[in-house]
């Protein structure tokens, strides 16, 4: 369990610690004829339950925040293990890549994206035979499709498509990050 979880779970304890313990105060003077059950009942809510609902409130947003976090990370995690079997395999079938991420192919292509958009992925995709290309933007020829030969387009920031098979190659930023890119 993460620490942001067992703090969560620690707050909504003590919470509870805490109503407990002053309902027992508050009942041992009922039981003494100290107090009567009014006013006990007054004093465990305003001194015990306004407390405890603090931190049972507290508890509950750092267990969302916990659950969060977690989606997240599973996320990276995915995109992570996506760019490892590509760039270890120079080459993927989409579909083949969902099935060995036990995912959909939609998932594995939304997950090339954020990495493109993240700048960690840079390669070409085939989107007709369904594989993805790891490839270093600077061993490859930026007029030339490496899937086709045919003449590339720029498509968008940082992309080119070739017009005769679709395949889209992603590049990395101009070195320096500053100025445009020949278009190819």
């Given amino acids: 369990m ?10 909504i304890g003590a919470g509870v610690f805490w109503l407990l313990a002053w309902a027992a105060f508050f009942l041992a003077g009922v039981a003494a004829g100290k107090t009567d059950l009014p006013a006990a009942i007054l004093g465990m809510t305003l001194v015990g339950g ?9 508890g509950g947003v750092i267990l969302a925040r ?18 490892d079997i590509v760039d270890t395999r120079g080459s993927a079938r989409i579909p083949q890549l969902a099935a060995e991420l ?17 700048r960690l992925f840079t390669g070409y995709v085939n989107w007709d035979a369904q ?4 490839v270093a933007a600077a061993k490859m020829p930026q007029d ?16 080119v498509v070739c017009p005769y098979c679709g395949t889209e ?9 500053a100025g445009p890119r020949p278009s190819p």
């Fill in 2 to 11: 993460s620490q942001t979880k067992t703090l969560g779970y620690g707050l």
């Fill in 50 to 58: 306004i407390v405890a609902a603090i931190l049972w409130v507290a």
């Fill in 144 to 159: 030339k499709c490496p899937n086709c030969g045919g003449q590339l387009k720029l498509a968008g920031k940082d992309v």
């Fill in 131 to 134: 594989r993805v290309y790891s």
């Fill in 66 to 83: 916990a659950g969060r976090e977690t989606t997240e990370l599973a996320d990276v995690r995915f995109e992570q293990r996506v760019l």
């Fill in 169 to 177: 190659i992603f590049l990395p930023p101009p070195v320096g990050g």
């Fill in 102 to 118: 036990q995912c959909s192919p939609e998932q594995v292509k939304d997950a090339i994206y954020d990495l493109v958009g993240k």
